[in-house]
């Protein structure tokens, strides 16, 4: 079975920086598009950035220039550095990924970013 699993969440002044990992763990033979989601209190998740298995990016216009996708093929792992955080950066962030063909998603991670 296989399994995503965050990290990285926290309390950060607005300004400030967080750095959200993800590793893909279990029997996995395929490792596709991987991405983070997130979602607000009393609203919709939204997409946050993606980046495919051979490394090109996306990123949604709430994290253009302040947010940046990774990933490690070797380690099965995905990151999100986040710089010049935002009180409304505040959510759970997820992990999502395309493992084995089929989509898979991790049990989140909160990010407050509050003074």
């Known amino acids: 079975q296989v399994q995503l699993v965050e990290s990285g969440g926290g309390l950060v002044q607005p300004g400030g920086s967080l750095r959200l990992s993800c590793a893909a763990s279990?029997?996995?033979?395929?490792?596709?598009?991987m991405a983070w989601y997130r979602q607000a209190p009393g609203k919709q998740r939204e997409l946050v950035a993606t980046?495919?298995?051979?490394?090109?990016?996306y990123y949604a216009d709430s994290g253009k220039g302040r947010f940046t996708i990774s990933r490690d093929n070797v380690k099965n792992t995905v990151i999100l550095q986040m710089n010049s955080l935002k009180p409304e950066d505040t959510a759970v962030y997820y992990c999502?990924?395309?493992?084995?063909?089929?989509?898979?998603w991790g049990p989140g991670t909160q990010v407050t970013v509050s003074s």
């Open positions: 999502y990924a395309i493992v084995n063909l089929r989509s898979s």
């Open positions: 279990g029997s996995i033979f395929s490792l596709g598009d």
């Open positions: 980046i495919t298995s051979g490394g090109n990016t």
